[in-house]
């Protein structure tokens, strides 16, 4: 595992690229770089909120991911205007395509080790 700004990196596969992913355990939706999207159909839109921005609607889409071997269909959205630009900038910096929020936690439990600098996945039964 690595980490930035305290928050942990990990790698997974989204759609049919393998990439890393920044864990956001404050977010309950999840964030894919607009370059994974491209081809997807919007499935829908959600609001969410930022501490800095507040309330905003984000375009959705539903994209096949993978961890450990378990595929999965996540939801991610995609960020507005400059909080897009400064999450783009996060995940150039840290080499991931996504920030994952906690609907990861409906597919698995997760384990982090901040000693051992680890982080597991177990699949939810």
């Not at 499935?43 to 539903?62: L, V």
């Amino acid at each position: 595992m690595d980490s930035m700004m305290g928050c942990p990196i990990f790698p997974l596969r989204i759609g049919n690229r393998e990439t890393k992913a920044i864990f956001d355990t404050g977010a309950h939706l999840s964030y894919i770089s607009p370059a994974l999207i491209a081809g997807i159909p919007q499935s829908g839109e959600k609001e969410d909120f930022h501490p800095i921005n507040g309330h905003f609607t984000a375009p959705t889409y539903n994209v096949e991911t993978a961890l450990g071997g378990k595929n999965f269909t996540m939801v991610y959205g995609t960020l507005p205007g400059l909080l897009g630009m400064s999450t783009d900038m996060a995940m150039s910096m840290s080499g991931s395509s996504a920030v994952i929020g906690t609907q990861l936690l409906e597919y698995f439990d997760c384990t982090l080790s901040w000693k051992e600098g680890t982080i597991s996945w177990s699949p939810n039964k």
